[in-house]
Protein backbone atom coordinates (compact mmCIF):
# COMPACT_ATOMS: atom_id res chain seq x y z
CA UNK A 1 0.00 0.00 0.00
CA UNK A 2 1.21 3.57 -0.57
CA UNK A 3 1.54 5.63 2.40
CA UNK A 4 0.84 9.62 1.83
CA UNK A 5 1.06 8.50 -2.03
CA UNK A 6 4.88 8.31 -1.66
CA UNK A 7 6.67 5.25 -3.73
CA UNK A 8 8.53 3.55 -0.74
CA UNK A 9 10.52 1.32 -3.62
CA UNK A 10 9.18 -2.49 -2.30
CA UNK A 11 6.40 -2.69 -5.25
CA UNK A 12 7.70 -3.61 -8.47
CA UNK A 13 5.65 -0.90 -10.26
CA UNK A 14 6.13 -0.18 -14.00
CA UNK A 15 4.93 2.85 -15.83
CA UNK A 16 1.74 1.78 -16.61
CA UNK A 17 1.22 1.31 -12.91
CA UNK A 18 2.62 4.64 -12.24
CA UNK A 19 0.08 6.21 -15.27
CA UNK A 20 -3.05 4.61 -13.76
CA UNK A 21 -2.44 5.52 -10.20
CA UNK A 22 -1.56 8.87 -11.35
CA UNK A 23 -4.69 9.57 -12.99
CA UNK A 24 -6.65 9.22 -9.35
CA UNK A 25 -3.86 11.79 -8.26
CA UNK A 26 -3.71 15.92 -8.13
CA UNK A 27 -1.40 17.17 -9.98
CA UNK A 28 1.13 17.58 -7.47
CA UNK A 29 0.33 13.99 -6.09
CA UNK A 30 1.22 13.06 -9.42
CA UNK A 31 4.44 14.30 -10.69
CA UNK A 32 6.13 13.70 -7.07
CA UNK A 33 4.79 10.26 -7.38
CA UNK A 34 6.45 9.94 -10.26
CA UNK A 35 9.68 11.67 -8.98
CA UNK A 36 9.44 9.10 -5.81
CA UNK A 37 9.27 6.10 -8.26
CA UNK A 38 12.41 7.51 -10.49
CA UNK A 39 14.49 7.69 -7.37
CA UNK A 40 13.22 3.90 -5.79
CA UNK A 41 14.65 2.64 -9.36
CA UNK A 42 18.08 4.96 -9.54
CA UNK A 43 18.10 3.42 -5.83
CA UNK A 44 17.90 0.19 -7.24
CA UNK A 45 20.36 0.50 -9.91
CA UNK A 46 17.41 -0.31 -12.45
CA UNK A 47 17.72 3.45 -14.15
CA UNK A 48 18.98 2.53 -17.68
CA UNK A 49 17.38 5.18 -19.94
CA UNK A 50 17.93 8.06 -20.43
CA UNK A 51 22.02 7.67 -20.22
CA UNK A 52 24.13 10.65 -20.93
CA UNK A 53 26.58 10.23 -24.06
CA UNK A 54 29.77 12.70 -23.84
CA UNK A 55 30.79 11.20 -27.61
CA UNK A 56 30.11 11.45 -31.03
CA UNK A 57 27.51 7.79 -31.69
CA UNK A 58 29.99 5.43 -32.91
CA UNK A 59 30.48 1.90 -32.70
CA UNK A 60 31.97 3.40 -28.97
CA UNK A 61 30.67 5.79 -26.81
CA UNK A 62 31.32 7.63 -24.14
CA UNK A 63 28.75 7.35 -21.31
CA UNK A 64 28.30 8.83 -18.11
CA UNK A 65 27.53 5.52 -15.67
CA UNK A 66 24.45 6.74 -13.67
CA UNK A 67 25.29 4.75 -10.77
CA UNK A 68 28.95 5.92 -10.47
CA UNK A 69 29.22 8.95 -11.98
CA UNK A 70 32.35 8.20 -14.31
CA UNK A 71 32.67 8.60 -17.74
CA UNK A 72 32.92 5.03 -19.90
CA UNK A 73 33.47 3.59 -22.78
CA UNK A 74 30.42 1.03 -24.56
CA UNK A 75 29.91 -0.64 -27.50
CA UNK A 76 27.46 0.60 -28.90
CA UNK A 77 23.69 -1.60 -29.77
CA UNK A 78 21.10 0.62 -29.62
CA UNK A 79 20.97 3.47 -31.95
CA UNK A 80 19.26 3.40 -35.17
CA UNK A 81 22.50 4.91 -37.07
CA UNK A 82 22.38 1.82 -39.20
CA UNK A 83 25.19 2.31 -41.61
CA UNK A 84 27.32 4.21 -39.26
CA UNK A 85 26.48 8.23 -40.97
CA UNK A 86 26.26 9.84 -37.06
CA UNK A 87 30.23 10.29 -37.88
CA UNK A 88 31.03 10.07 -41.02
CA UNK A 89 33.83 12.32 -42.18
CA UNK A 90 32.24 13.23 -45.84
CA UNK A 91 28.92 13.92 -44.54
CA UNK A 92 30.76 16.55 -41.56
CA UNK A 93 33.00 17.98 -43.80
CA UNK A 94 29.83 18.69 -45.99
CA UNK A 95 27.77 19.96 -42.99
CA UNK A 96 30.72 22.26 -42.46
CA UNK A 97 30.66 23.75 -45.54
CA UNK A 98 26.94 24.32 -45.56
CA UNK A 99 27.04 26.34 -41.82
CA UNK A 100 29.67 28.37 -43.56
CA UNK A 101 27.51 28.98 -46.27
CA UNK A 102 23.88 29.24 -45.10
CA UNK A 103 24.26 29.60 -41.03
CA UNK A 104 22.68 27.41 -38.59
CA UNK A 105 18.95 28.32 -38.65
CA UNK A 106 16.33 29.36 -40.54
CA UNK A 107 13.92 30.73 -38.22
CA UNK A 108 10.35 29.98 -39.74
CA UNK A 109 7.68 27.40 -41.20
CA UNK A 110 8.67 26.47 -44.93
CA UNK A 111 5.03 28.30 -46.26
CA UNK A 112 6.51 31.59 -44.56
CA UNK A 113 10.36 32.04 -44.62
CA UNK A 114 11.90 28.18 -44.01
CA UNK A 115 12.26 27.33 -47.36
CA UNK A 116 16.00 26.90 -48.64
CA UNK A 117 17.42 25.41 -51.87
CA UNK A 118 18.68 23.16 -49.83
CA UNK A 119 15.44 21.95 -48.90
CA UNK A 120 14.06 22.03 -52.35
CA UNK A 121 17.27 19.81 -53.61
CA UNK A 122 16.21 17.16 -50.78
CA UNK A 123 12.76 17.12 -51.46
CA UNK A 124 13.79 16.23 -55.35
CA UNK A 125 16.22 13.81 -54.09
CA UNK A 126 13.43 11.96 -51.68
CA UNK A 127 11.02 11.83 -54.41
CA UNK A 128 13.39 10.06 -56.68
CA UNK A 129 14.70 7.66 -54.19
CA UNK A 130 11.17 6.67 -53.65
CA UNK A 131 9.96 6.18 -57.51
CA UNK A 132 7.31 9.33 -56.83
CA UNK A 133 6.89 12.87 -58.51
CA UNK A 134 7.23 14.91 -55.16
CA UNK A 135 8.24 14.62 -51.77
CA UNK A 136 8.08 17.45 -48.28
CA UNK A 137 9.90 17.44 -45.07
CA UNK A 138 8.54 17.44 -41.50
CA UNK A 139 10.21 18.42 -38.71
CA UNK A 140 10.60 15.23 -37.53
CA UNK A 141 9.51 11.13 -38.56
CA UNK A 142 6.28 11.70 -35.81
CA UNK A 143 5.20 14.85 -37.30
CA UNK A 144 4.88 13.25 -40.62
CA UNK A 145 2.79 10.61 -39.75
CA UNK A 146 0.44 13.17 -37.37
CA UNK A 147 0.55 15.31 -40.76
CA UNK A 148 -0.04 13.23 -43.52
CA UNK A 149 -3.11 11.35 -41.28
CA UNK A 150 -5.12 14.42 -39.88
CA UNK A 151 -4.75 16.31 -43.39
CA UNK A 152 -5.49 13.80 -45.99
CA UNK A 153 -7.62 11.20 -43.98
CA UNK A 154 -11.81 12.21 -43.93
CA UNK A 155 -14.15 11.61 -41.29
CA UNK A 156 -15.93 8.81 -43.64
CA UNK A 157 -12.70 6.63 -44.50
CA UNK A 158 -11.75 4.28 -42.84
CA UNK A 159 -8.02 3.05 -42.49
CA UNK A 160 -7.04 -0.19 -41.79
CA UNK A 161 -3.89 -0.52 -40.34
CA UNK A 162 -1.34 -3.81 -38.77
CA UNK A 163 -1.94 -4.02 -34.93
CA UNK A 164 2.03 -3.00 -34.24
CA UNK A 165 2.24 0.71 -36.36
CA UNK A 166 3.93 3.36 -34.82
CA UNK A 167 2.59 5.65 -31.93
CA UNK A 168 2.63 8.11 -34.10
CA UNK A 169 -0.09 6.55 -36.97
CA UNK A 170 -1.98 5.64 -33.93
CA UNK A 171 -1.98 9.47 -32.73
CA UNK A 172 -2.72 10.66 -36.32
CA UNK A 173 -5.94 8.25 -36.49
CA UNK A 174 -6.74 10.36 -32.79
CA UNK A 175 -6.64 13.32 -33.89
CA UNK A 176 -7.78 12.94 -37.43
CA UNK A 177 -11.10 10.94 -35.99
CA UNK A 178 -10.79 8.98 -38.92
CA UNK A 179 -12.28 5.03 -38.39
CA UNK A 180 -9.49 2.64 -38.07
CA UNK A 181 -9.44 -1.15 -38.06
CA UNK A 182 -6.21 -2.54 -36.89
CA UNK A 183 -5.53 -6.07 -38.07
CA UNK A 184 -2.96 -8.82 -36.47
CA UNK A 185 0.06 -8.31 -37.20
CA UNK A 186 1.27 -9.27 -40.57
CA UNK A 187 -1.71 -11.18 -41.04
CA UNK A 188 -2.98 -10.09 -44.85
CA UNK A 189 -5.57 -12.74 -45.19
CA UNK A 190 -7.08 -10.55 -42.27
CA UNK A 191 -6.40 -7.50 -43.93
CA UNK A 192 -8.29 -8.66 -47.12
CA UNK A 193 -11.40 -9.99 -45.03
CA UNK A 194 -11.24 -6.67 -44.30
CA UNK A 195 -10.88 -5.25 -47.57
CA UNK A 196 -13.39 -6.80 -49.36
CA UNK A 197 -16.27 -6.03 -47.01
CA UNK A 198 -15.94 -2.62 -47.17
CA UNK A 199 -17.49 -0.71 -49.95
CA UNK A 200 -15.48 2.07 -51.93
CA UNK A 201 -17.27 5.29 -53.12
CA UNK A 202 -16.60 8.77 -54.36
CA UNK A 203 -16.94 9.96 -50.90
CA UNK A 204 -15.02 6.93 -48.55
CA UNK A 205 -11.83 5.85 -49.34
CA UNK A 206 -10.05 3.24 -47.78
CA UNK A 207 -6.44 3.38 -46.92
CA UNK A 208 -3.88 0.50 -45.49
CA UNK A 209 -1.02 1.38 -43.36
CA UNK A 210 1.75 -0.51 -42.39
CA UNK A 211 5.69 -0.09 -41.97
CA UNK A 212 8.18 -1.51 -43.46
CA UNK A 213 10.62 -2.72 -41.01
CA UNK A 214 8.44 -2.96 -37.48
CA UNK A 215 11.07 -0.86 -35.49
CA UNK A 216 10.19 -3.57 -32.41
CA UNK A 217 10.29 -7.00 -33.54
CA UNK A 218 12.33 -6.27 -37.13
CA UNK A 219 10.53 -8.09 -39.57
CA UNK A 220 9.07 -6.38 -42.67
CA UNK A 221 5.27 -6.34 -44.22
CA UNK A 222 5.04 -9.06 -46.90
CA UNK A 223 4.52 -5.92 -49.48
CA UNK A 224 4.53 -8.45 -52.01
CA UNK A 225 1.10 -9.60 -51.20
CA UNK A 226 0.44 -6.29 -49.79
CA UNK A 227 0.79 -3.93 -52.42
CA UNK A 228 -1.56 -5.93 -55.42
CA UNK A 229 -4.18 -6.47 -52.26
CA UNK A 230 -4.67 -2.59 -52.01
CA UNK A 231 -4.63 -2.59 -55.59
CA UNK A 232 -7.20 -4.81 -56.41
CA UNK A 233 -9.43 -2.96 -53.77
CA UNK A 234 -8.54 0.52 -54.62
CA UNK A 235 -7.30 1.30 -51.13
CA UNK A 236 -4.78 3.83 -50.62
CA UNK A 237 -1.19 2.47 -49.12
CA UNK A 238 0.66 4.41 -46.80
CA UNK A 239 3.97 3.26 -45.83
CA UNK A 240 6.09 3.75 -43.14
CA UNK A 241 9.65 2.98 -43.36
CA UNK A 242 11.12 4.73 -41.01
CA UNK A 243 13.63 1.71 -40.45
CA UNK A 244 13.63 0.30 -43.70
CA UNK A 245 15.07 3.26 -45.80
CA UNK A 246 18.81 3.35 -46.41
CA UNK A 247 19.00 -0.54 -45.36
CA UNK A 248 16.47 -2.61 -47.76
CA UNK A 249 17.34 -3.16 -50.81
CA UNK A 250 20.27 -3.47 -53.04
CA UNK A 251 20.65 0.20 -53.08
CA UNK A 252 18.61 0.93 -50.12
CA UNK A 253 15.99 3.00 -51.25
CA UNK A 254 13.94 0.80 -48.65
CA UNK A 255 11.73 -2.01 -48.19
CA UNK A 256 9.78 -1.51 -51.02
CA UNK A 257 13.08 -1.89 -53.18
CA UNK A 258 13.67 -4.97 -51.51
CA UNK A 259 10.54 -6.33 -53.32
CA UNK A 260 10.85 -4.75 -56.25
CA UNK A 261 7.22 -2.38 -55.49
CA UNK A 262 9.55 0.68 -56.01
CA UNK A 263 7.14 3.36 -57.44
CA UNK A 264 4.09 1.35 -56.80
CA UNK A 265 3.86 2.65 -53.14
CA UNK A 266 0.91 5.25 -52.91
CA UNK A 267 2.03 7.63 -49.67
CA UNK A 268 5.50 6.72 -48.63
CA UNK A 269 6.96 7.92 -45.87
CA UNK A 270 10.18 7.56 -43.82
CA UNK A 271 12.08 9.81 -41.18
CA UNK A 272 15.70 10.95 -40.70
CA UNK A 273 16.08 9.84 -37.30
CA UNK A 274 17.65 6.42 -38.53
CA UNK A 275 19.61 5.76 -40.99
CA UNK A 276 20.75 8.73 -41.59
CA UNK A 277 21.17 9.58 -37.84
CA UNK A 278 19.72 13.16 -37.42
CA UNK A 279 16.43 14.13 -37.37
CA UNK A 280 13.06 14.87 -39.26
CA UNK A 281 11.07 13.04 -42.04
CA UNK A 282 9.57 13.33 -45.15
CA UNK A 283 6.34 11.96 -47.35
CA UNK A 284 6.71 11.13 -50.96
CA UNK A 285 3.76 10.90 -53.23
CA UNK A 286 2.32 12.07 -56.05
CA UNK A 287 2.23 15.73 -56.85
CA UNK A 288 -1.46 16.58 -56.11
CA UNK A 289 -1.16 14.78 -52.61
CA UNK A 290 1.90 16.43 -51.96
CA UNK A 291 0.57 19.78 -53.10
CA UNK A 292 -2.23 19.15 -50.31
CA UNK A 293 -0.12 18.18 -47.69
CA UNK A 294 1.80 21.45 -48.06
CA UNK A 295 -1.26 23.48 -47.17
CA UNK A 296 -2.99 21.23 -45.26
CA UNK A 297 -0.35 18.97 -43.14
CA UNK A 298 -0.70 21.48 -39.57
CA UNK A 299 2.00 19.72 -38.19
CA UNK A 300 3.91 21.15 -42.05
CA UNK A 301 2.47 24.65 -41.71
CA UNK A 302 2.82 25.39 -38.07
CA UNK A 303 6.20 23.92 -37.21
CA UNK A 304 9.43 25.67 -38.20
CA UNK A 305 11.83 24.36 -40.62
CA UNK A 306 14.80 22.01 -40.29
CA UNK A 307 17.39 23.88 -40.20
CA UNK A 308 19.95 23.79 -43.51
CA UNK A 309 22.44 21.86 -41.32
CA UNK A 310 20.48 18.73 -40.87
CA UNK A 311 19.30 19.36 -44.53
CA UNK A 312 22.76 19.38 -45.60
CA UNK A 313 23.50 15.89 -43.16
CA UNK A 314 20.94 13.88 -45.53
CA UNK A 315 21.63 15.44 -48.52
CA UNK A 316 25.45 14.10 -47.57
CA UNK A 317 24.08 11.26 -46.24
CA UNK A 318 22.29 10.26 -49.25
CA UNK A 319 25.58 10.42 -51.31
CA UNK A 320 27.51 8.43 -49.09
CA UNK A 321 24.39 5.66 -49.46
CA UNK A 322 25.16 6.09 -53.45
CA UNK A 323 28.81 6.27 -52.95
CA UNK A 324 29.75 3.76 -50.65
CA UNK A 325 27.36 0.70 -51.44
CA UNK A 326 29.99 -1.38 -49.22
CA UNK A 327 28.28 -0.16 -46.46
CA UNK A 328 24.77 -1.70 -46.90
CA UNK A 329 26.48 -5.20 -47.78
CA UNK A 330 28.66 -4.64 -44.71
CA UNK A 331 25.69 -4.37 -42.38
CA UNK A 332 23.91 -6.91 -44.17
CA UNK A 333 27.15 -9.76 -43.66
CA UNK A 334 26.91 -8.62 -39.80
CA UNK A 335 23.27 -8.92 -39.54
CA UNK A 336 23.83 -12.63 -41.35
CA UNK A 337 26.54 -13.02 -38.50
CA UNK A 338 24.42 -11.69 -35.88
CA UNK A 339 21.56 -14.56 -36.98
CA UNK A 340 23.92 -16.84 -36.91
CA UNK A 341 25.19 -16.50 -33.86
CA UNK A 342 21.88 -16.02 -32.00
CA UNK A 343 20.30 -18.93 -33.87
CA UNK A 344 23.31 -21.12 -32.36
CA UNK A 345 22.32 -19.66 -28.99
CA UNK A 346 18.68 -21.26 -29.66
CA UNK A 347 17.13 -17.37 -30.35
CA UNK A 348 14.49 -17.16 -33.22
CA UNK A 349 16.21 -14.92 -35.63
CA UNK A 350 15.35 -13.81 -38.68
CA UNK A 351 18.22 -12.17 -41.19
CA UNK A 352 16.80 -9.78 -43.31
CA UNK A 353 16.93 -6.21 -41.16
CA UNK A 354 19.69 -5.00 -38.18
CA UNK A 355 16.97 -5.27 -35.20
CA UNK A 356 16.88 -8.41 -32.86
CA UNK A 357 14.19 -8.13 -30.27
CA UNK A 358 15.96 -10.52 -27.75
CA UNK A 359 12.45 -11.91 -25.85
CA UNK A 360 13.41 -11.92 -22.08
CA UNK A 361 12.42 -15.44 -20.74
CA UNK A 362 8.91 -15.26 -18.18
CA UNK A 363 10.53 -14.85 -14.84
CA UNK A 364 13.83 -12.50 -15.80
CA UNK A 365 14.08 -9.20 -14.07
CA UNK A 366 15.00 -6.94 -17.56
CA UNK A 367 15.81 -4.27 -15.14
CA UNK A 368 18.65 -6.50 -13.38
CA UNK A 369 19.56 -7.70 -16.96
CA UNK A 370 19.74 -4.38 -18.41
CA UNK A 371 21.79 -3.63 -15.47
CA UNK A 372 24.04 -6.88 -16.49
CA UNK A 373 24.58 -5.62 -19.70
CA UNK A 374 25.62 -2.08 -18.80
CA UNK A 375 27.99 -3.13 -16.07
CA UNK A 376 29.67 -5.63 -19.33
CA UNK A 377 29.84 -1.88 -21.16
CA UNK A 378 27.33 -3.02 -23.54
CA UNK A 379 24.70 -0.42 -24.15
CA UNK A 380 21.14 -1.65 -25.79
CA UNK A 381 17.71 -0.75 -25.15
CA UNK A 382 15.70 -2.78 -22.76
CA UNK A 383 11.66 -2.25 -24.22
CA UNK A 384 9.08 -2.86 -21.10
CA UNK A 385 5.80 -2.91 -20.59
CA UNK A 386 3.88 -1.09 -21.42
CA UNK A 387 5.64 0.06 -24.61
CA UNK A 388 5.17 -3.79 -25.38
CA UNK A 389 2.45 -6.98 -23.28
CA UNK A 390 4.53 -8.07 -20.03
CA UNK A 391 4.82 -11.39 -21.89
CA UNK A 392 6.76 -9.75 -24.79
CA UNK A 393 9.41 -7.29 -22.79
CA UNK A 394 12.52 -7.40 -24.82
CA UNK A 395 16.24 -6.58 -25.52
CA UNK A 396 16.40 -3.92 -28.83
CA UNK A 397 19.50 -4.95 -30.59
CA UNK A 398 20.34 -2.80 -33.24
CA UNK A 399 23.26 -3.55 -35.50
CA UNK A 400 25.41 -1.25 -37.57
CA UNK A 401 27.48 -1.73 -40.50
CA UNK A 402 30.43 -0.12 -38.67
CA UNK A 403 30.59 -3.46 -35.92
CA UNK A 404 33.47 -5.16 -35.97
CA UNK A 405 32.86 -9.12 -35.81
CA UNK A 406 34.55 -8.98 -32.34
CA UNK A 407 31.80 -6.86 -31.29
CA UNK A 408 29.17 -9.17 -32.47
CA UNK A 409 30.88 -11.70 -30.61
CA UNK A 410 31.41 -9.79 -27.30
CA UNK A 411 27.69 -9.17 -27.36
CA UNK A 412 26.67 -12.58 -27.79
CA UNK A 413 28.97 -14.18 -25.27
CA UNK A 414 27.28 -11.65 -22.80
CA UNK A 415 23.69 -13.13 -23.80
CA UNK A 416 25.06 -16.11 -23.29
CA UNK A 417 26.16 -16.05 -19.85
CA UNK A 418 23.39 -13.63 -18.55
CA UNK A 419 20.65 -15.91 -19.79
CA UNK A 420 22.68 -19.09 -18.02
CA UNK A 421 23.11 -16.97 -14.82
CA UNK A 422 18.66 -16.77 -15.28
CA UNK A 423 18.72 -20.40 -15.91
CA UNK A 424 20.77 -21.51 -12.96
CA UNK A 425 18.98 -19.03 -10.46
CA UNK A 426 15.60 -20.90 -11.43
CA UNK A 427 17.12 -24.10 -11.60
CA UNK A 428 18.15 -23.20 -7.84
CA UNK A 429 14.56 -21.89 -7.25
CA UNK A 430 13.06 -24.87 -7.71
CA UNK A 431 15.60 -27.47 -5.97
CA UNK A 432 14.59 -29.14 -2.66
CA UNK A 433 16.49 -27.15 -0.01
CA UNK A 434 18.67 -30.11 0.36
CA UNK A 435 20.61 -29.15 -2.73
CA UNK A 436 20.15 -25.87 -2.47
CA UNK A 437 22.75 -26.55 0.76
CA UNK A 438 24.96 -28.27 -0.91
CA UNK A 439 24.98 -25.91 -3.73
CA UNK A 440 25.84 -23.18 -1.42
CA UNK A 441 28.79 -25.66 0.10
C1 LIG B 1 8.05 3.16 -37.46
C2 LIG B 1 8.31 4.56 -37.01
N1 LIG B 1 7.61 5.56 -37.53
C3 LIG B 1 7.80 6.84 -37.14
C4 LIG B 1 8.74 7.16 -36.18
C5 LIG B 1 8.91 8.60 -35.75
O1 LIG B 1 10.11 9.10 -36.24
P1 LIG B 1 10.93 10.29 -35.57
O2 LIG B 1 11.80 9.71 -34.51
O3 LIG B 1 11.73 10.83 -36.73
O4 LIG B 1 9.97 11.29 -35.05
C6 LIG B 1 9.52 6.15 -35.62
C7 LIG B 1 10.51 6.47 -34.59
O5 LIG B 1 10.74 5.80 -33.64
C8 LIG B 1 9.30 4.81 -36.04
O6 LIG B 1 9.99 3.80 -35.50
Redesign the pocket.
Known sequence: MLVNNEYKGGENFDLCDVLLKGRKMSFHQKVNFFSDFLKGIKVKKEMQHLRCITSAADREVSVIDPNSGYVKSMLMFGSNNYLGLANHPYIKEFVKRIINRMGVGIGGPPLLNGYTILHRELEERLAALKGCEDALIFS???GA?VGLITALLNNNDVVLHDRYS?A?FADGIKMSGVRAVHFPHNDVEELEKYLTRINVNESKNIFVGV?GVY?MDGDIAPLNRIVPLCKQNNAILIL?D??GTGVMGKTGRGTAEHFGFEGNIDISMG???KTFAA???FVAASKPVINYLRFFARSYMFSASLPPTVIATILAGLDVIEKEPELIAKLKSNIEYTANRLTDLGFECNSLTPIFPLKVPQGMNIREAAFNFHQRGLFLNSIEYPAVPKSQQRFRISIMAIHKKDDIDKLVTAIEEIWDEFKQSRMKEFLPNRFKKALVN
Open positions: SGYNHSESDAHTFSSGG
